[in-house]
């Protein structure tokens, strides 16, 4: 059971009144959304949805009982002008395990919230050669993976990663070492 409580008044200055505030945020979930705003606690839960999303897409591939491999959908790209380079990389162990510790990659950093940044274009390097092995796409030039390219977008560029995240807390080494700011966030 979750008890809210007041948040006891600090004199603490800097990383250790953030670390503080931070902490004190995960023993009151519900109150700390409601702080969050409309759509502080809507990144989050995006952040949340596609970390599991692509976390949980790595670990069965990976956990296959019958293994997996990239083969099958990668044979499948018959059309477009990327169909050879696909079907020549199809059944390769090498792209069998890029795919999947991608996957599960991508998926820890965005529900840890740490390095965001470079989770989402990781991300978007997954999903876009994805998007490229069936053109023209069969349902619509709007697919899944265009759909998911667009909410990785949009969590890289508003910083969801600060926000309950390993990033909040590196926000003042992010200061002192502004070329963090490209993975941060």
Known sequence: MITLRPAAPTTLEGSEAK?????????????ALRRL???????????????WFM?????????????????????DATQGPFAGVFQAMAFNPVVDGLVIAGEIGV?????????????VLSGIAIFVPLYLTHLPPPDGWLSQHIIYILALVVLGATRSGVTYGIDGLLVDWEQRFPALRYLLG
């Not at 670390?19 to 109150?31: F, V």
């Not at 705003?37 to 970390?51: E, I, K, P, Q, Y």
């Not at 998926?107 to 989770?119: D, E, P, Q, S, Y």
């Open 37 to 51: 705003g409309a759509s502080g606690s809507s990144l989050l839960c995006l952040r949340v949805g596609m970390g």
């Open 55 to 75: 976390f949980y897409a790595g670990w069965i591939k990976a956990y296959a009982e019958d293994g997996w491999s990239a083969g099958r959908f990668l044979t």
């Open 107 to 119: 998926g820890l950093a965005l529900l840890l919230g740490a390095a965001v940044r470079f989770a």
């Open 19 to 31: 670390e503080r505030a931070w902490l004190a945020g995960l023993r009151a979930p519900a109150s």
